[in-house]
């Protein structure tokens, strides 16, 4: 249970990867396994939204159904599925890295998010403010190379960003800090799976 960690997590380095997850898919899985790798992180949590902010969630299909389906497809032994924000009573990021970072001092959170998400970071409550608490990590993604690279936020930490050389040194980062990490790609979107009938 991530929200009770064990004494020997600290110092850990942890990957927040917050999403509607509706349904999980490959996509989520390679982003979380480039993660781990060229960040050097020891965990993976995903955040399982109770429902995006800034998204419609009439017909959202519950916590518990899209956290079943997201521990079925992420099936790795680094990666683990939570409903963190649930429990804490909020579905804003900066309320969780708020929550995450004061109370385990001890652990290196990493922030991380695919492309089309940096490209509408600027949109999110107190944006700034999670980028001065927390480093964040940009997984590719297609579509959104170009709208990522040329966001808000993305000149908002322009002077930040770390060499893709250097990512084992992003979790031990003094924020903002911040990386772009290019690679393999997946080309699903749970848009696409849904219009197709693949619901969870
Ligand atoms: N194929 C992908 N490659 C890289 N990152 C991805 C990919 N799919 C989703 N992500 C990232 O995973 C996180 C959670 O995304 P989400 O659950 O909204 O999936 P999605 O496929 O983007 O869904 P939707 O199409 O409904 O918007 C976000 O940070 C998103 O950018
Ligand atoms: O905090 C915000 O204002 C905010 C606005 C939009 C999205 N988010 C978070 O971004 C993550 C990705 O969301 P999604 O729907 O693109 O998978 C998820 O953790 C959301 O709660 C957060």
């Known amino acids: 249970m991530p929200a009770r960690l064990p004494p020997h997590a600290a110092g850990m380095r942890i990957g927040l990867f917050g999403g509607t997850f509706n349904p999980p898919h490959d996509g989520h899985r390679l982003a979380s396994v480039i ?16 429902g995006n902010p800034l998204k419609e969630n009439s017909g959202l299909p519950p916590l518990g159904a899209r956290m079943a389906a997201a521990r079925r497809i992420a099936d790795h032994p680094r990666i683990h599925i939570t409903g963190l ?14 929550y995450l970072t004061q109370r385990y001092p001890q652990v290196r959170f990493v922030w991380i998010m695919g492309a089309d998400n940096l490209a509408g970071f600027h949109r999110w409550q107190r944006w700034r403010d999670i980028a001065q608490m927390i480093p964040i990590a940009v997984i590719d993604r ?14 908002y930490l322009l002077g930040r960003r770390l060499d ?7 979790a031990v980062a003094r924020p903002p800090a911040f990386i772009f990490l290019h690679g393999p790609r997946s080309e699903t979107s749970s848009t696409a799976l849904r219009e197709a009938g ?3």
Do not use: H, M
């Not at 924000?85 to 708020?98: L, M, N, S």
């Open 164 to 170: 893709e050389s250097d990512g084992a040194l992003l």
């Open 142 to 155: 297609p579509k959104s190379t170009l709208k990522a690279s040329q966001s808000r936020t993305a000149s």
């Open 198 to 200: 693949q619901t969870l």
């Open 85 to 98: 924000e649930a429990e804490i009573g909020t579905r804003f990021t900066y309320d969780t890295v708020r």
């Open 35 to 50: 993660a781990l790798k060229r960040l050097g992180l020891d965990a993976v949590w995903w955040l399982v939204t109770p």
